[in-house]
């Protein structure tokens, strides 16, 4: 009987591991996030969530997080940093011309650093960070 209520257990256990794998890595229901370069662009790109009177976020027809950087390469948005962020999902960048005239899309890997500042209680007041593109080679200070 011990053995039967063992083998129960580490089933049970083995089955619960497996599922919280599966939440934690599943891909997310928008599939990808697309930051929109300026044709040129060679920088580090510097975001800011959660800032007041700044432009939300975007979701493309395909339900894609688009990130329509600026050529300083300084984002900022009202969104806040989970907005369409679930799992785990494609990140790609594009180049667009100063006609509008976008690249395809890129595969990349991107370095990325947040930072978070707190208000009493431990409210979130802001979070910032930065993203650095496998494809664009330069080392990104915080």
């Not at 959660?50 to 329509?68: C, K, S, T």
């Not at 594009?94 to 370095?111: A, C, H, M, P």
């Not at 209680?121 to 960070?129: I, R």
């Amino acid at each position: 009987m011990k053995r039967i209520l063992k083998k129960m257990a580490i089933l049970i256990v083995t089955s619960f591991l497996v599922f919280a794998l599966y939440l934690l890595y599943k891909p997310d229901e928008t599939g990808a996030v697309i930051y929109v370069l300026p044709e040129g662009f060679d920088k580090c790109v510097s975001i800011d969530f959660d800032v007041r009177h700044a432009d939300p976020l975007v979701l493309d027809d395909e339900g894609a997080v688009i990130y329509n950087i600026p050529m300083d390469g300084e984002f900022k948005t009202s969104s806040s940093s989970d907005f369409g962020h679930i799992g785990i999902h494609q990140i790609f960048m594009q180049f667009q011309n100063k006609d509008g005239r976008k690249s395809e899309l890129i595969d990349v890997t991107i370095s990325s650093h947040s930072s978070y500042s707190y208000g009493e209680g431990g409210t979130n007041l802001a979070e910032s960070g930065w993203i650095s593109f496998n494809s664009i080679k330069q080392d990104c200070e915080w």
